[in-house]
Nanobody
Framework: QVQLVESGGGLVQAGGSLRLSCAASGRIFSNNVMGWYRQAPGKQRELVATVTSGGTTNYADSVKGRFTISRDNAKNTVYLQLTSLKPEDTAVYYC????????WGQGTQVTVSE
């Protein structure tokens, strides 16, 4: 069983920055993919960014150049640095762990004001 605990969300003005963290605990396999997804009100959950245990990253087009995903394998933690934030980035951000099955965090709210 894997558990994910997110932190770092909040309210920020457009153009600002935030850093999200997600710590995994439990039965963690070394070969996994961790990432961030987001869900805005009335919309489907969408991919933001993922990173493999080997460090390969993947980003949604909408966040390329503005968000950076990274991970610390020794701490089983994944980070998402959000910069140049826009109001359309407002959503609940969910951490995800994949190793044959999906595990989700509880979500953290990011709100970007005009």
């Amino acid at each position: 069983q894997v558990q994910l605990v997110e932190s770092g969300g909040g309210l920020v003005q457009a153009g600002g920055s935030l850093r999200l963290s997600c710590a995994a605990s439990g039965r963690i396999f070394s070969n996994n993919v961790m990432g961030w997804y987001r869900q805005a009100p009335g919309k489907q959950r969408e991919l933001v960014a993922t990173v493999t245990s080997g460090g390969t990253t993947n980003y949604a087009d909408s966040v390329k150049g503005r968000f950076t995903i990274s991970r610390d394998n020794a701490k089983n933690t994944v980070y998402l640095q959000l910069t140049s934030l826009k109001p359309e980035d407002t959503a609940v951000y969910y951490c995800n762990y994949k190793n044959g099955r999906d595990v989700w965090g509880q979500g953290t709210q990011v709100t970007v004001s005009e």
